[in-house]
């Protein structure tokens, strides 16, 4: 343990990778952590410590056994009720399954309808479903 976090270390006590703290329990992926390097870029490892996705994202969110990514999004902490929340902004969103293969692409808009998240490109759409998964809509 380092004095700013949590370090996974492989057998020559060698550090790996920085374990990132949760954002919310309820985004969390069941058997799995997620970890940033020193760019500060997130990755998701198994409780293993074998490495899912690479560190190449600005957030990984956990939604219905699937990792949702974004690159090129950042925390926006202005005007927002408490010194502890923000809102993420921008950059283009995808999602992974758990053995790291792509399910959507990131290259999507995120946006909030009606309490539901969807992502959108043009005229493709998906809406993401707590109980179907990822949904292609019209």
Avoid at 104 to 126: A, I
Wanted: net charge negative.
């Amino acid at each position: 343990k380092s004095k700013k976090g949590v370090d996974s270390i492989d057998k020559q006590l060698n550090s790996k990778f920085r374990v990132q703290r949760s954002i919310d329990p309820e985004e969390n992926i069941e058997g799995t952590f997620r970890f940033a390097n020193r760019s500060k870029k997130i990755g998701l490892a198994d409780m293993e410590g074998n490495i899912i996705l690479e560190a190449v994202f600005d957030l990984i969110l956990g939604f219905n056994n699937l990792a949702l990514v974004n690159l090129g999004g950042e925390w926006d902490w202005e005007g927002n009720p408490c010194e502890s929340c923000a809102e993420f902004k921008g950059g283009k969103w995808g999602s992974f399954d758990l053995n790291g293969e792509p399910v959507l692409k990131v290259f999507y808009d995120r946006r909030w309808e009606e309490g539901k998240t969807l992502l959108e490109r043009g005229d493709e759409r998906y809406l993401l479903d707590i109980d179907k998964g990822v949904v292609k809509i019209n």
